[in-house]
């Protein structure tokens, strides 16, 4: 401005790199994004390999027992065979009736402080007849 009103010279703003402050914030949030995703993708994963443990767990003990062999001796076997652990092992019953329950978990791939480390699952296997 002059002393006599305006002045003709337009008020020029700079705004170049404005427009990297915003990608990099747009990317930032992208970048959070993808790992919350990746994260929940893991503990899914982890879960469905727990149950499919579990599963495989408690049919391979039923067989065992209805063979007469130890259930939970071969239901610790076929944990470890499938990557879990075996957490509980039940048996209730006799030889003609019976039901194996296990327990197994499996870990998670998560690094993340205050997130569980692993997963569980149960399941319940007997005669089918």
Request: net charge positive; aromatic share 4%; glycine share 12%.
């Amino acid at each position: 401005m002059t002393a006599g009103g305006w002045s003709s010279r337009p008020i020029s703003r700079d705004e170049r790199g404005s427009a990297s402050v915003l990608m990099a914030g747009v990317m930032g949030v992208v970048v959070l994004l993808s790992y919350t995703l990746m994260l929940v993708a893991g503990y899914a994963v982890a879960y469905h390999r727990a149950r499919a443990a579990a599963d495989l767990v408690a049919v391979s003990a039923a067989g065992a027992f209805e063979m007469g062999q130890d259930a939970c001796g071969q239901a610790r076997r076929s944990a470890t065979s499938n990557g879990a652990g075996l957490l509980s092992c039940d048996r209730v019953g006799d030889q003609l009736g019976f039901v194996v329950t296990v327990r197994v978990s499996i870990r998670t791939p998560s690094h993340v402080a205050g997130l569980p480390r692993q997963v569980q699952a149960e399941a319940h296997a007997g005669p089918v007849g």
